[in-house]
DNA sequence: GCAACAATATATCACTATGGCATATTGCCC
DNA sequence: GGGCAATATGCCATAGTGATATATTGTTGC
């Protein structure tokens, strides 16, 4: 078995903020966590379904105007008491699957220009992800200053960090590359 | 479908290096890549007989003295020809899927207590990996001082460099749970 | 000398997760 | 009014994980 689903629990996590459709969740995330965390419909519904049969959230159809009806879930007792468990279990490791790294790994055969193209690429995509990182932050600042937006720019510290240490480290190897000609 | 099969070019880039078994490539995966890369039995069997059904790799049975018999791959030109490709391909971004963050992020229910010994065990787990990356830059320095050794240092450094920066984050919060008691 | 255990070598299975495509409606811009 | 983004969900093929099974050899300790 594959571990555990790490997907309920960010669901749960997303609904114990306030009830919510599976469209309005990925939408959430992706603007809160994404830095962090992705999540995809062909997985999220399925997962949405499951917690209901198991009585952790309870689904009810709404209409609102002339729009598509949806599904909105709301946290359950029992989908709290999971929630707090997981909250206080022991974190299981990232995924390390870095596939920049990989082809500079095997990368003896490539051109000195196309790597150095690779690692161009690599800091801006780097420098994009802060100018996000930074617009998130903004946000945060404006509309959550409760109890959860310490712990929010926690985790987005920690992506400016990694950000940072990316970047730097695109220079290096620019500064390496330089050199090695 | 779910963009691309990278685990076939991890195999085809370790083969690239000498024939060997499923076994031993996962070994010197281990070894080489695994601060950034992980590969797992189960996928990585099924897609060595993919690879030789597509011609990309030869596999070969060879009994050593009375150990098991296993199965030798070598990459062949269709194979150099592949991996040469993808070499220069748009890497694919890597997952992002930090357990430990998405429970700092949902964590406003959990107390400060559980939240620092969460910190400090990923604080222990960066300086093990620290330990580990020293560890792997001291083989490289020693046995590899070809072209390849200063790509290897490179992507090495990008661990070093993301390694000390989650320390640096894990010392930022240990600071903030301190003040804000 | 034998039990326990790590390493060698591969395979299978259930499950988790990804990303592309399909579908249908509404709202907006040119 | 044609096209495109957003809303809202679903399905499918494929990729990837981790547990478990199996069988042999080599090593370590009692």
Redesign the pocket.
């Known amino acids: ?8 629990f960010a669901v749960l996590g997303a609904l114990a903020w306030q009830p919510m ?4 969740i990925k ?1 959430a995330l992706d603007r809160s966590v994404s830095h962090f965390w ?6 999220l ?1 399925p997962v ?2 499951q917690l209901a049969a198991e009585g952790l959230v309870t689904q009810k159809r709404e209409q ?5 009806a ?2 909105v879930y709301r946290l359950t007792d029992r989908g709290e008491d999971e929630l707090g468990r997981w909250l206080a279990s022991e974190p ?2 990232a ?1 390390r ?1 870095n596939e920049l790294l990989l082809q500079l790994f095997f990368g003896r055969r490539l051109d000195k220009t196309t790597l150095r193209d690779k690692i161009r690429r690599e800091r801006e995509r780097q420098v994009g992800a802060q100018a996000t990182l930074a617009a998130v932050r903004d946000e945060i600042k404006k509309a959550h200053a409760g109890p959860d937006g310490a712990l929010w720019l926690l985790t987005l510290r920690y992506g400016e960090l990694m950000s940072e240490a990316a970047v730097k480290w695109c220079d290096e190897c620019e500064r390496w590359a330089a050199r090695a000609r």
Chains 1, 2 share one sequence.
């Open positions: 078995m594959a571990r555990h689903n790490t997907t309920r459709s599976g469209y309005d939408k992705s999540e995809n419909f062909g997985h519904y949405l379904r609102s105007g002339r729009r598509p949806k599904s299981g490791a995924p699957r």
